[in-house]
């Protein structure tokens, strides 16, 4: 009898909380969010529907300034810091509290879509106006956040913005970077207006009580289950390589093939080598690629003097990635002594796995619940400003479907509803973190 009637008293008061995040629910504006969206891929280089958006180029420029005009907008306090991170601060009731953040970003690399980051960016913000409209007054602030170049496109390092908030990456380190122009970082983003200097962007331990990511999954798992909601409880470990071989070149007509000493040849050795590596050595997790192969001077009838490679590498298991990267290394080399080119082999970065927080992903579970969406624990084998961000605050993601996995690439697309799902239980789970 008593158990009966405890038990309808927690049904009552499980409709009573369902009904509060339905409230949500019905106040994300998602055709706002949808038309948002569409604005922002208009800020490219590419034609459509195709994106392009790199750091501190007009389109990116331009982006930046419809979002600071969309936030301020929507009430927030916008500051944004020397490297262009832009913040936008919901006030909470209790200010000396540190706040809850959220956000991701907004560069999109060569012929990508128009998804990946923004969603995280443009959702956050949808999700900031549902909690306000709906009611809720947050004790602590929530904080959205837009970080500067997540995409490793023109600085050849990636989640620049986020490294130097969390102090991974050091502000001298960062001032020198290079672009393919030879601009620095440090010129680069003086000239695009960010004012104050790079050794102020790092942010204290602690800055942030928590930090929660809305991105689209960059992979099939949820569509292929049906699942609309990931709970993200740890992030592979990313590295780069940069690998450069040089010879004498020559005329393509010229040159007997016994004499030659040509650089593509070893270039192309270590690609097949990388592809070998990730598999002999890897799992179902270790992933190898050559996203770059840039060859000099490029021309028909001229054997190749200068080739340039940069080798994306990553896995859950961070020793058994390194031991890719030792054996990618070691080959380069390799190659390149027998084939009497010279060899050159940088690591840009190699960065360790990232672990979740096991409160958020509950409060990420327990969001989807309240909202009616099925949600099902998951790993995240792209990189994201999450993986920083983890050096400063606990962190999780929360993923959404993206039609068939594509990403990077301008088919990437996720619906309208699949959206909506994810701000409404980004919406919930930041109520929750900021209670
Ligand atoms: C992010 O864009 C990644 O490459 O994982
Ligand atoms: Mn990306
Ligand atoms: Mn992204």
């Known amino acids: 009898m008593l158990r009966t009637k405890l038990q309808s008293i927690a049904n009552a008061f499980r409709d009573i909380v369902t009904l509060a995040y339905r409230r949500v629910d019905l106040q994300a504006d998602i055709d706002r969010s949808s038309a ?22 007009e389109p990116d420029l331009a982006a930046r300034k419809y979002l600071i005009g969309l936030f301020s907008n929507a009430g927030l306090k916008v500051r944004q810091d020397a490297v262009g991170n832009i913040f936008a601060r919901w006030e909470g009731a209790d200010s000396s509290l540190p706040p809850v953040a959220t956000g991701s970003h907004t560069d999109a690399i060569p012929y990508s879509g128009k998804y990946d980051g923004t969603v995280g960016v443009l959702g956050g913000l949808e999700a900031i106006r549902a909690l306000r409209k709906a009611g809720v007054k947050p004790r602590r602030s929530i904080e959205l956040i837009m970080f500067t170049s997540e995409e490793p496109t023109r600085f050849a ?70 699942i609309p909601i990931g709970a993200v409880t740890a992030i592979s470990a990313p590295a780069a390589l940069r690998v450069r071989y040089q010879g004498p070149g020559g005329h393509a007509g010229g040159v007997y093939m016994a004499d030659r000493h040509d650089p593509l040849l070893a270039a192309s050795q270590l690609a097949l080598e990388v592809e070998a590596a990730a598999k002999e050595l890897g799992g179902q997790e270790t992933v190898g690629t050559v996203g770059v192969l840039d060859v000099h001077p490029r ?55 990232v672990t979740c927080d096991e409160r958020i992903i509950g409060a990420i579970e327990q969001a989807a619940a309240e909202a009616r969406h099925k949600c099902q624990r998951m790993i995240s084998r792209a990189y994201h400003d999450t993986t920083f961000m983890s050096l400063i605050a606990p962190v999780s993601m929360i993923f959404i479907p993206c039609r068939n996995g594509v990403s990077h690439h301008p088919d990437e697309y996720a619906s309208p509803e699949a959206i909506k799902a994810g701000v409404e239980v980004l919406a919930g789970t930041l109520a929750k973190l900021a209670e």
């Open 36 to 57: 948002e969206l569409e604005r922002l891929a208009q800020y490219s280089d590419v034609p459509a529907p195709a994106v392009k958006r790199v750091l501190f180029t």
């Open 157 to 226: 390092y990636g989640c620049l913005g986020s490294r130097l908030l969390s102090g991974q990456l050091k502000p001298e380190r960062a001032a020198q970077l290079k672009d393919e122009q030879g601009e620095t970082l440090e010129a680069a983003r003086i000239s695009a207006g960010c004012a104050g200097s790079l050794a102020d962007v790092q942010l204290k331990q602690g800055a942030y009580s928590q930090f929660v990511e809305l991105h689209i999954e960059q992979g099939p798992l949820l569509e292929q289950a049906g």
């Open 299 to 353: 021309a028909v009838n001229s054997i190749p003097r200068d080739v340039l490679l940069e080798i994306d590498v990553r896995d859950m298991d961070g020793p058994r990635r390194d031991r890719v990267l030792d054996r990618i290394r070691q080959s380069a080399d390799r190659f390149g002594a027998e084939r009497r080119v010279s060899a050159t082999v940088e690591e840009i970065n190699a960065d360790p796995p």
